[in-house]
């Protein structure tokens, strides 16, 4: 007897067990993965919930899941960010959470579905994926899959890339991951320069992020943001409430030793913040922190010895003086004093040649490469 056909139903995520099923369907889907590490669930609920996210203060987004025979076996979001196509004058729709199954014929149900909902906005172009912001974990990974991802940074199913390139997105741009160790960061070399950049800039002094000023130290990281990120692909400014947010989440887990900012004359012009990797303690949780989780939290969060530099940046001005690699170099002494064995630079865009340079210049190589991908609607 033949087994019968598969009946692809989609559906618009409207109730609250819907949303439930949408968050759920990558801890089924990936449970067989070594290397995916499971997001807190909490996180992820937050991250969707226009109450509590305030990018959602200016953007739209639209959840649809598939089912096959009943059972789900893929998702995709639909999202207008209004901020993103006011600031670059365009008309761009993106696509995000992307999770589906080998499966092409539900692989094109499922961007056929989200690309149906930007052009009834009237929206012209689809770019992603954005989870759901520019600002979150974006791309597909393409390249790296025998290593755990950082934190903060997505993993993925091998086929994806054949699945999205044959309903004909195409790629936009690549996104690099570097891993970097402690022992081979070229200390001296660095020591060195230090004392050149200092004798140039005599004014300049790299102090620790003040975690008891928070909302003011936040206020300096926005504004070199803003400055130093303005001209590359994908920028659009933080709003405030968007860093705030980004503070409060990471204020919990954010180490000074490894958060600095670079001042001249008392001016801040450039910044740097890493992250203990706690995906290192993550993937042992399942997502869950109740009622067990935090125990084990707290038992490997002792036993993180990776960081993921996820923030830099130096205001157009004070580029080429060297603030970046003293940034590096003060990050770096503290983090052989830590114990910790080196850090993912993440992510550097593929034409961020400065970025590139520095990543390279402290021994760095690309261990992930993400892709974004875009097509006309």
Excluded at 252 to 279: Q, R, Y
Aim: net charge positive; aromatic share 10%; charged share 25%.
């Amino acid at each position: 007897m033949k087994d019968k056909p598969a009946i692809n139903e989609i559906t618009l995520v409207t109730s609250k067990k819907e949303r439930k099923q949408f968050l759920k369907f990558p801890y089924s889907h990936y449970k067989n993965d070594k290397y995916w590490v499971a997001p807190l669930r909490m996180e992820q609920k937050k991250l969707i919930d226009p109450q509590k996210n305030p990018f959602f203060d200016n953007a739209d987004m639209a959840m649809f899941l598939i089912r096959q025979n009943g059972t789900v076996c893929g998702r995709i979001a639909a999202i207008e960010d209004r901020r993103y196509n006011n600031y670059h004058n365009s008309n761009t729709g993106f696509f995000g959470f992307f999770e589906c199954i080998d499966n092409q014929t539900v692989a094109r149900l499922l961007i056929k579905t989200a690309c149906g909902w930007l052009k009834d906005r009237g929206l012209t172009q689809l770019l992603g994926p954005a989870n759901p912001s520019m600002m979150d974990e974006v791309g597909i990974l393409v390249d790296g899959f025998d290593q755990y991802p950082s934190i903060l940074m997505p993993y993925h199913k091998p086929y994806y890339n054949k699945l999205l390139t044959a309903e004909g997105l195409k790629k936009e741009m690549d996104l690099y991951a570097f891993r970097a160790q402690c022992k081979n960061f070229p200390v001296e070399r660095f020591q060195r320069g230090r004392k050149l950049v200092k004798k140039r800039n005599p004014g300049l002094e790299i102090r620790q992020v003040d975690l008891k000023n928070l909302d003011e130290e936040v206020q300096i990281v926005r504004d070199i943001f803003n400055k130093s990120w303005s001209k590359n692909w994908g920028f659009i400014p933080l709003t405030e409430n968007e860093l705030s947010a980004l503070a409060e989440d990471l204020k919990m887990i954010l180490n000074p030793k490894f958060a600095h900012i670079a001042e001249i004359d008392g001016t801040p012009v450039a910044f740097s913040i890493a992250l203990p990797d706690l995906n290192q303690a993550l993937r042992h949780m399942n997502g869950r922190l109740f009622p067990i989780g935090i125990f084990k939290l707290l038992w490997y969060r002792r036993k993180v010895d990776r960081l993921r530099t996820a923030l830099m940046g130096v205001i157009p001005e004070y580029r080429g003086k060297g603030i970046d690699a003293l940034l590096n170099l003060k990050a770096t002494e503290n983090a052989v004093e830590e114990g910790y064995s080196g850090s993912e630079l993440s992510w550097v865009l593929e034409t961020n040649k400065e970025m590139r340079r520095i990543a390279e210049r402290i021994n760095g190589h690309i261990e992930k490469t993400y892709r974004m991908y875009q097509m006309g609607l």
